[in-house]
């Protein structure tokens, strides 16, 4: 059996190490997470959401103990991580705790023309939900789709990222600790070749978050084994700039959004686009606030590290091929030298054509890319010109309008006059569309994910609808469903 060493990439130091589960095990664990299905589908849903309740008030108990191994494992600041991973996982919790038993109703459907038939959807746990999700909210993006499909009835087979090894186990351990049961929530650890086994294991819906070139072959995977797959994926994300904003708020969200876990956040702010009318005002405000920026050394620091080495080679290869192309870069645009660990400064470049690697894929570092446009139409085309399309914000004084430009974005969250806050909100569905993936997390569609609707009928007069209609024997002629169609269609 290996072992995963989890390094703080802030100090380089080593935070702690778990054992890998080898890939061949893997099935194994899916058996006992379908053996341990049987009984938690058929535990009443209050009884789940009950139990779910303690859960959620041993992760307020024992939040301190979860910041800090989340910034251990990523290098946040722990308060940064209590609210990014312990607050926003809590408000999930707490939302399908009060909701998922409305979310999860019975539907009663109208029948017509077949009145003597009643009809309904019930919403039935899928089965087994293997769960892979990436380094950069290890706490918060597992518990999205852990707590979703735990809610619907669903047992958990969870793959945390390699990078985060120990607040995995974190999780694991605290599922017991609640008493959710044994094998409710199975924690397997390892790289890539234990994500792949978990896919080729006999689950029966799948929850992924990550890149996009992983989630592509998740996906390949789970439509040879003709499962449901929810990918979460990733973003270039755009905020338009619209000349009635509020330029001091934009700009300090912009700064904000860009450089959340170093820029390393699905839903940074990756271009911002702004209206010819306030580019000048609203780029003075920007660069001072990328003035008060601190990246890396000493005691304070607004932006952490960068997660990898090969993170970072991303990071310069986009800054110097926007260079490459004509773009000038008004802050950073180097890596900042400290003894240890691996930072980035905070970069504003401005002048990139729409072609730069930075504007056509996910950067994931703390860049960001200023374009001017002429107006709303030409921002809302330039941000649809993506491939992604996860978040996106827009700024007016005009809400109305805000709403209206929101509804022409290709993405599946817009934030009017906001950034990144879609990800807190669990009550509406939280996912991509393009590259950005497929499905949602969160809202109702988040939970029903983890179900297959089914419908069924009943005919309510003891004789059967089909015969009643004349569709059983003995057969009808063309002219009785000729007729029959005039009836009923005609109008
Ligand atoms: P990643 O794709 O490298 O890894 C994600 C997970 O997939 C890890 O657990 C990894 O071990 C596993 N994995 C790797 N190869 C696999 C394979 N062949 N089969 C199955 N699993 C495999 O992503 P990352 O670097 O950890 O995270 C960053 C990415 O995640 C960014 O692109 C970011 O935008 C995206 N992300 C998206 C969202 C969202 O909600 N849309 C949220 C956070 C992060």
């Known amino acids: 059996m290996g072992t995963l060493v989890s390094v703080n990439p802030r100090t380089g130091e080593t935070v702690g190490s778990v054992e890998t589960t080898p890939p061949e095990r893997v099935a194994e664990v899916v058996v006992r997470a379908r053996r341990a299905f049987e009984a938690w589908s058929g535990t009443p849903i209050r009884e789940r959401l009950a139990r779910l309740r303690g859960f959620k008030r041993l992760i307020l108990d024992r939040g301190d103990e979860v910041a800090e191994t989340v910034a251990a494992e990523t290098g946040k600041d722990p308060a940064d991580a209590y609210l990014q991973d312990v607050l926003v996982a809590l408000n999930v919790v707490a939302h399908y705790v009060r909701r998922a038993e409305r979310y999860l109703e019975v539907r009663s459907a109208r029948t017509w023309p077949f009145v003597t038939t009643a009809a309904a ?167 001072s606030q990328f003035d008060r920026l601190n990246a890396g050394g000493g005691d304070r620091w607004d932006v952490g590290p960068i997660i990898t080495e090969a993170q970072l080679g991303v990071v310069e290869r986009h800054v110097a091929d926007a260079v490459e192309r004509g773009a000038k870069v008004l802050r950073g645009g180097h890596r900042v030298e400290t003894k240890r660990g691996r930072f980035y400064a905070p970069t504003l470049v401005v002048d990139v054509p729409a072609d730069a690697l930075m504007m056509t894929e996910e950067t994931f570092g703390p860049v960001l890319p200023v374009v001017r446009v002429a107006d709303e139409d030409e921002a809302v085309a330039a941000a649809n010109s993506s491939a992604y399309g996860l978040h996106g914000s827009v700024w007016t004084a005009d809400k109305r309008r805000g709403v209206r430009v929101a509804r022409r974005l290709r993405t599946g969250t817009v934030a009017v006059n906001d950034v990144a806050v879609n990800f807190a909100t669990p009550g509406i569905p939280f996912g991509g569309v393009g590259l950005s993936g497929v499905g949602v997390a969160l809202g109702p569609e988040g939970i029903r994910a983890y179900c297959h609707p089914q419908g069924v009928t009943v005919s309510r007069l003891g004789v059967p609808t089909t015969q009643l209609v004349g569709a059983a024997l003995p057969r009808r002629g063309l002219r009785y469903w000729k007729a029959l169609g005039r009836l009923l269609y005609r109008w």
Do not use: H
Not at 201 to 211: E, K, R
């Open 121 to 287: 959807t019930f919403f039935r746990p899928r089965g087994v939900a293997g769960v892979i999700s990436p380094w950069n909210y290890p706490f918060l993006l597992p518990m999205i789709p852990t707590v979703s499909a735990l809610a619907a009835g669903c047992t958990v087979v969870l793959k945390p990222s390699e990078v985060t090894p120990l607040t995995g186990e974190l999780i694991g351990r605290l599922a017991d600790e609640a008493g959710l049961g044994t094998d409710v929530v199975s924690v397997i650890q390892g790289g890539g070749d234990v994500g792949s086994a978990l896919v080729e294991a006999d689950v029966d819906v799948l929850s992924f978050t990550g890149s996009t070139a992983v989630g592509r072959r998740v996906a390949e995977a789970a439509g040879r084994r003709l499962i449901p797959v929810i990918l979460e994926l990733g973003g270039n994300d755009a905020m338009l700039v619209l000349e009635d904003a509020d330029l001091g708020r934009a700009a300090r969200a912009a700064a904000w959004g860009a450089t959340l876990v170093a820029g390393q956040t699905c839903v940074a702010v990756e271009r911002v686009y702004v209206v010819d009318e306030v580019y000048d005002e609203f780029l003075s405000a920007l660069e």
